[in-house]
């Protein structure tokens, strides 16, 4: 048993949801309780989607435990069959169906619809949202692909886009503009808008682009055995990342190494230009999935000019690569699924941003931390209505406007140091381009206020004078919780017990960087 | 003494119509989604869902937005171990529950709430609480209740928690009022304040606020139900002696003046002292109905089964906003409760009790209302089929009871009439 307040993802039939609503054509027969409806405001609320996800719950009750939920099943498959006219439908069980164990493929087999009916197991005590949407689509790749011929022209299939997915939808577009400029068409897209006769012809395609490996990987893995369709492993997020990639696609696709159009690619040139100084050595922590985190912290450290100083993922499955990634910057990964953990992780590297999921951003605005979202678990400010894709040229794009965003700018952040008693212009004030963010800097003097005391506060052994306390607040909020964490780690390296102004400014001068 | 003025009703009602009883898919929420506002409501409980990931994740998702105020509620998330033994499973708990209390210790009253994993497995949630209570005595009480989609709905998470709450109630003799519902704070001081104005003496309201405010209840206790969904809740109050006062429910002027009658005459207030502590705000809830309702009029309204508030909404929507009701649909028809405005209701919509979805949704097209009163899960695609959608959660999670929200009430639902006409798309 395991308490927890909030969940980065869901059981794994969601992540089977997220396929199957992704998917046109299909049908998911899910044995589940009533209450197990709440999931299809995911998709229509969340994703603003317009139509109900093709997925019929039988709702059995207390009542039907005792008699037939087995009937109940097979009754829901007809009702779904004859209303909807799938060409094909997946089954599967929730987590309470599944200790009541009707045994839904077997069940379903026996009724001989005229269509194939690909069973699920999802374990909902051991496995996640992804894992679901992972194995579902593996799993309809298995049943419903059938070996054809290549196409003529070198063709690709780009997979792993589903239903609730962070920035999916536009990920498609950019990265099949991207492909196109290299002469490579897209065969079929998976399982976002595709058919189960899509599905079938999958194996066409010269190769497969793993866009996101949460929820594609072990499909690939399954066609580059049974068709020899080799994968590509880079994912394009951020323009190291993009670059890479198409040198990979160059080198399965056999094409001649001529440069690519990225004509439309400014990132490069916002990050060289002179206003973006200030982003130097920005310290910032890094949390998501382990895909999306990954990338993150390229893009940060080489394209964005960050000082990565913590980087985590929350999906267990993805903790080999994150490990490394996080190795090779210095760092120790954080693999953990728990919230508060995460939280109180951030709070003690009291990183100057966070990049992290709306759970971080929660997290960033209790600590006065600026946050911008780099991954799922999605909220409904992740489906903007304009073109906000992750990955190619216009990815990066929108990625350096995203993460600048929460920032306090350049020229300001000086004018905040120096004139931090401006009435007007003081901390609480936020930076001046988020007006509409005011109540969320009340809350910050608040925090501050309640941990601020003005009696000497004494922490490690080690006290704070009060006028060293009072030289502190003189410093601006977004790195005052920097300078008392460097303060006092350097008062207790130095083995000195009261902090005073001098050790202020011993200990700034010792980090100066 | 001068009589009460009472209502008219219809020459006929819907008390009698046939009943609608398909089964099919219920496109409904479990009674865990009611920790949402529980949880708000009762300051010092904390709600710990017993269950599965997905437990923890409708609740993450019904809040809508993430209240991250580190919320009173949890889940202690069964694996796969929990399942294979149950002695474990109990250990498990006790472990998880010390943890949380000395992590929060502000908490005075934990409810362990049952789900449908915990409820297949039979993890005896009622010797738990006992056990656990004994260990946080008296600091803290430990209560269960079931909240599973098996054999709850929605609004009825709220009502299975206060009908756990009332065994544990101290007897008392006291001539006085139980006012039962969880109200947004700022409605119970409104309806509290008519009650006592009325000069009744002793008003409580279930649930207080906190563990501290003592309620008890006996054979002098009347009670009057704010909320058409707590059935259980008023069985158990009767079941320990108390008086219901059955009457319609406080939603629009007619319904809250129904409602506060039903007060005076059980406790001999005259109508002279009725009339004047209610003339004013009447007046002031009509005008203000009037103003909001002006949209609304003429206009057919198709309630999808969610809340339970579905028969009292149609009730004021049809005599105060001048609708006309197609369909009422109800997850459950609480004869005991809602009979007084299923009499108010002319008869002529279908009335339909339990839900199959797929054959409401084609009643629901055929009947092509101006408005549809339906939960998350199907607004936005009935909106994208033509069709204009009121989400039926916000009429929980928003004050609408009494006098002062009878205004808000009518507008709440011509919003999205009004937003339609405003849009040039």
């Known amino acids: 048993m395991k308490l927890t307040v909030w969940t980065y993802e869901g059981p794994p039939h969601v992540g089977a949801m997220r396929v199957a609503t992704a998917m046109k054509g299909l049908h998911y027969v899910l044995h589940a309780p009533q209450g197990d409806t709440y999931a299809d405001l995911l998709f229509t609320m969340i994703e603003r989607r317009d139509h109900r996800p093709p997925v019929s719950y039988t709702t059995f009750q207390a009542r039907d435990l005792g008699s037939d939920t087995a009937t109940l099943f097979k009754e829901s498959c007809k009702d779904a069959f004859d209303r909807f006219k799938p060409e094909a439908i997946i089954v599967g069980a929730s987590c309470t169906a599944e200790l009541i164990q009707d045994d839904p493929g077997g069940l379903s087999e026996s009724m001989g619809l005229p269509v194939p009916v690909i069973p699920l197991e999802l374990p909902s005590y051991q496995r996640k949202e992804n894992f679901g949407a992972s194995e579902t689509f593996y799993e309809i790749c298995r049943a419903l692909s059938t070996p054809v011929e290549r196409t003529p022209e070198i063709t690709c299939n780009i997979l792993g886009p589903t239903a609730l997915g962070f920035r999916h939808r536009d990920d498609v577009v950019e990265l099949s503009s991207i492909l196109e400029s290299l002469g490579i068409a897209v065969n079929v897209v998976a399982p976002l808008d595709a058919t189960p006769a899509d599905i079938q012809r999958l194996g066409a395609a010269h190769f497969n682009v793993m866009l996101y490996p949460e929820t594609c990987e072990t499909a690939c893995r399954w066609l580059e055995r049974e068709y020899k369709q080799p994968f590509t492993k880079t994912v394009p997020i951020g323009v190291g990342a993009t670059r890479d990639f198409i040198a990979e696609v160059k080198t399965i696709a056999g094409l001649p190494d001529i440069a690519v159009d990225d004509s439309r690619l400014r990132l490069p040139w916002y990050s060289r230009s002179v206003d973006s100084t200030y982003l130097t050595g920005k310290r910032v922590f890094i949390f998501g999935d382990g895909t999306h985190a990954i990338a993150a912290a390229r893009i940060a450290k080489e394209e964005m000019g960050f000082e990565v100083v913590g980087l985590g993922c929350y999906n267990r499955e993805f903790a080999r690569p994150v490990r490394a990634c996080a190795k090779e910057l210095g760092l120790e990964a954080l693999i953990s699924d728990d919230y508060l953990e995460v939280e109180a992780a951030i709070e003690a590297l009291q990183p100057e941003m966070i990049l992290g999921t709306q759970m971080e951003r929660h997290i960033g605005k209790r600590l006065g931390i600026p946050c911008a979202v780099i991954s799922a678990p999605v909220h409904v400010q992740d489906f903007p209505a304009r073109f906000s894709p992750q990955v190619g040229w216009e990815g990066a794009n929108v990625i350096f406007d995203t993460w600048v965003h929460p920032l306090v700018m350049g020229l300001e952040e000086h004018l905040l140091h120096m004139f931090r008693e401006d009435f007007e212009f003081h901390d609480d004030a936020g930076a001046s381009h988020h007006g509409s963010h005011t109540p969320a800097a009340q809350k910050r003097r608040v925090i501050e206020e309640a941990t601020d005391t003005p009696e000497p506060v004494i922490k490690d052994g080690v006290t704070w004078l009060a006028d060293a306390e009072k030289e502190l607040r003189k410093i601006p909020f977004f790195v005052r919780g920097k300078a008392r964490r460097n303060t006092e780690k350097f008062a207790v390296e130095q083995g000195v017990t009261s902090i005073s102004i001098e050790t202020l400014y011993e200990a700034k001068a010792h980090y100066a960087r | ?425």
């Not at chain 2, 409904?28 to 529980?38: K, N």
Request: aromatic share 6%.
């Open chain 2, 1 to 425: 003494m001068n009589a009460f003025t009472q209502i008219n009703p219809p020459s006929t009602g819907c008390g009698n119509a046939p009943v609608l009883k398909q089964r099919g898919q219920r496109e409904v929420f479990c009674g865990l989604t009611s920790i949402v506002w529980l949880h708000r409501k009762i300051q010092d409980a904390f709600f710990l869902v017993v269950g599965s990931r997905t437990c923890a994740h409708l609740l993450q998702s019904a809040a809508g937005v993430m209240i991250f105020a580190e919320p009173r509620f949890g889940t202690a998330i069964l694996e796969e171990k929990d399942l294979a033994g149950l002695a474990d499973a109990n250990e498990e708990l006790d472990r998880e529950v010390e943890r949380l209390l000395a992590r929060r210790p502000d908490i005075r009253q934990l409810f362990l709430v049952g789900s449908c994993p915990s409820e297949v497995i039979k993890l005896d949630l009622s010797r738990a609480a006992e056990r656990l209570t004994q260990a946080h005595a008296p600091q803290v009480r430990v209560l269960n209740f079931t909240g599973s989609g098996i054999e709850t709905t929605f609004t009825q998470g709220e009502d299975e928690c206060l009908a756990s709450m009332v065994p544990v109630l101290p007897e008392t003799e006291a001539e006085q009022l139980l006012l039962v519902g969880a109200l947004p704070d700022v409605v119970e001081d409104q309806l509290v304040g008519l009650i006592e104005a009325l000069g009744v003496p002793v008003v409580k309201a279930l649930p207080s606020r906190s563990a501290d405010v003592e309620v008890g209840i006996g054979p002098n206790t009347k009670f009057i139900v704010a909320q058409p969904f707590l059935g259980a809740t008023a069985g158990a109050l009767t079941g320990r002696g108390a008086q219901h006062l059955a009457a319609p429910f406080p939603f629009g002027e007619e319904g809250t003046t129904a409602w506060l009658r039903t007060i005076a005459e059980a406790f001999n207030v005259s109508p002279e002292k009725f009339d004047e502590v209610t003339a004013a705000p009447r007046a002031r809830a009509q005008k203000a109905v009037a103003a909001a309702s002006e949209r609304l009029s003429g206009k057919s309204v198709f309630f999808f089964p969610d809340s339970q508030l579905e028969i009292p909404l149609a009730r004021f929507l049809t005599r105060e906003c001048g609708m006309t009701a197609l369909e009422i649909g109800a997850p459950y028809i609480h004869r005991d409760l809602v009979s007084a405005d299923l009499d108010l209701i002319a008869e002529g919509p279908v009335l339909s009790e339990g839900q199959d979805v797929d054959l409401q949704l084609d009643r629901c097209r055929a009947a092509k209302p101006d408005l549809t009163v339906c939960g998350l899960g199907l607004a936005n695609p009935l909106e994208a089929e033509g069709l204009a959608t009121k989400w039926a959660i916000e009429l929980v999670f928003t004050p609408i009871h009494g006098y002062e929200q009878a205004g808000d009430l009518a507008a709440l639902f011509a919003k999205p009439l009004k937003r339609r006409e405003g849009l040039t798309l």
